[in-house]
């Protein structure tokens, strides 16, 4: 073993405090409770931003494609060949026209914007990111003049299944009085929960028909949503599509119109991973003054040992060992704690806000009603692997000058 027993015994000797030396040990234990909270937290934050962005990414492509076909100008008219023939492309999964735009909801005099959506029947119940959260009512209704909600939405304007919605559509009738805006009541067959407040609170689904007449858009869609295998490698899917559509259209990938938002939570990220990584160095830092208080204290030791035989390696491997003990025994401690909090995170938000009486994760301001967590053990590892070697660095000059230290002048100034 590259430690022997003496040198184990030394080490842990020297960590184990005697009342003079009380204050020499405080130090090491606030370093390993620095390194070990500084680990945990860097494991936790780390896992909580991986889950968000997990989170968002994974809703935002299962409720829009993850490319999209915009006309030129204007809707898409004779959409179906184009869409057989995006179809055909090796990767697409499916091919979804679709007719978006923003309308007035209207429910007893009180009024909200939303995007009004629509998609045929047999689209929207293999969408599993809507159809399997379905809370109330059911898709076999999803038709004619029926549509699905959200399900903050049906809370804000106290709507059920069966209930009826107006909308007003931003595009009036011309009249002899002027442009009137054109309304028309639609019942509520299915109310929804994706988890994702923004499409909970504002998103309304319509059978693709009833979307054609009521903006006004006859046998001609506003897109063509495409979703492929892999929606990461979204780059290698973009050459055979322009292929197919030409110069007669135009191509946004889900990487394009989700560009700022995912780059500023990448930003985000590494900011947030360098900052918590200084808790770390600022721990370290206080191994290196308590090793070289502790080297200071045990001069007159350190000059007996070499008396008795002891090598300068075991004195330098003396007192690494006791340094990185500190290290080790912390990050291990953090690594603990920061996995079991991360496996836990919203049990344990759910316990503080029922003890502080406050909401701690507004679905409002983070867009999502759950608090995520992911654990990327790759990651984890190079956290602790980051741990130990700043605590391994920080007991090599302490180690090194124990080792330096001349017996003959320790003990004659002691």
Same mark, same amino acid.
């Given at each position: 073993?590259?430690?022997?027993?003496?040198?184990?015994?030394?080490?842990?000797?020297?960590?184990?405090?005697?009342?003079?030396?009380?204050?020499? $040990?405080? +130090?090491?234990?606030?370093?390993?409770?620095?390194?070990?909270?500084?680990?945990?937290?860097?494991?936790?934050?780390?896992?909580?931003?991986?889950?968000?962005? $997990?989170?968002?990414?994974?809703?935002?492509?299962?409720?829009?494609?993850?490319? #999209?076909?915009? =006309?030129?100008?204007?809707?898409? !008219?004779?959409?179906?060949?184009?869409?057989?023939?995006?179809?055909?492309?090796?990767?697409?999964?499916?091919?979804?026209?679709? @007719?978006e735009a923003q309308a007035l909801v209207t429910v007893r005099g009180v009024s909200s914007g939303s995007i009004v959506r629509g998609i045929s029947p047999e689209d929207f119940k293999v969408r599993p990111t809507v159809s399997n959260h379905i809370v109330r009512g059911t898709l076999d209704d999803f038709r004619d003049e029926r549509v699905a909600i959200g399900i903050r939405m049906a809370q804000r304007l106290g709507l059920r299944v069966g209930d009826e919605l107006t909308l007003i559509s931003p595009q009036g009738n011309p009249s002899a009085f002027g442009t009137v805006p054109r309304m028309r009541a639609y019942s509520i067959a299915a109310i929804f929960d994706v988890g994702m407040f923004e499409y909970d609170n504002n998103f309304i689904f319509?059978?693709?028909?009833?979307?054609?007449?009521?903006?006004?858009?006859?046998? =001609?869609?506003?897109?063509?949503?495409?979703?492929?295998?892999?929606?990461?490698?979204?780059? *290698?899917?973009?050459?055979?599509? *322009?292929?197919?559509?030409?110069?007669?259209?135009?191509?946004?990938?889900?990487?394009?119109?989700? =560009?700022?938002?995912?780059?500023?939570?990448?930003?985000?990220?590494?900011?947030?991973?360098?900052?918590?990584?200084?808790?770390?160095?600022?721990?370290?830092? #206080?191994?290196? $003054? $308590?090793?070289?208080?502790?080297?200071?204290?045990?001069?007159?030791?350190?000059?007996?040992?070499?008396?008795?035989?002891?090598?300068?390696?075991? +004195?330098?491997?003396?007192?690494?060992?006791?340094?990185?003990?500190?290290?080790?025994?912390? !990050? @291990?401690?953090?690594?603990?704690?920061?996995? =079991?909090?991360?496996e836990n995170i919203e049990a344990i938000r759910q316990i503080l806000q029922n003890l502080t009486g406050t909401e701690l994760f507004s679905a409002e301001i983070y867009f999502l009603s759950q608090l995520p967590a992911e654990i990327d053990y790759g990651e984890v590892s190079r956290v602790v692997l980051m741990a130990l070697g700043l605590s391994f660095g920080a007991t090599i000059y302490p180690a090194w000058r124990a080792a330096k230290l001349d017996p003959v002048e320790a003990l004659r100034y002691e």
């Open positions: 073993m590259i430690f022997g027993a003496f040198e184990r015994m030394v080490a842990m000797r020297y960590l184990r405090a005697r009342r003079q030396e009380g204050f020499i $040990s405080v +130090i090491a234990g606030f370093s390993l409770l620095g390194i070990g909270l500084g680990v945990a937290t860097l494991i936790i934050v780390m896992a909580v931003m991986n889950g968000f962005r $997990s989170e968002l990414l994974g809703r935002v492509l299962g409720l829009n494609g993850h490319m #999209n076909v915009y =006309a030129l100008q204007g809707p898409l !008219t004779d959409y179906g060949a184009m869409a057989d023939r995006l179809r055909g492309i090796p990767g697409v999964t499916s091919v979804t026209p679709t @007719v319509m059978p693709l028909p009833a979307a054609q007449v009521f903006f006004r858009v006859p046998d =001609a869609v506003t897109t063509l949503e495409l979703m492929v295998q892999q929606p990461r490698l979204i780059s *290698q899917y973009r050459a055979p599509v *322009q292929d197919v559509i030409g110069g007669r259209a135009r191509l946004v990938d889900w990487q394009q119109s989700n =560009a700022s938002f995912f780059n500023a939570l990448s930003v985000e990220r590494n900011v947030m991973f360098l900052i918590l990584t200084l808790i770390i160095l600022v721990a370290a830092f #206080n191994i290196i $003054s $308590s090793m070289i208080m502790l080297v200071k204290d045990k001069g007159r030791d350190i000059a007996i040992l070499r008396t008795m035989g002891a090598t300068r390696g075991m +004195i330098l491997r003396i007192f690494f060992l006791a340094g990185a003990s500190i290290g080790v025994i912390g !990050t @291990v401690f953090g690594l603990v704690l920061g996995v =079991a909090f991360a």
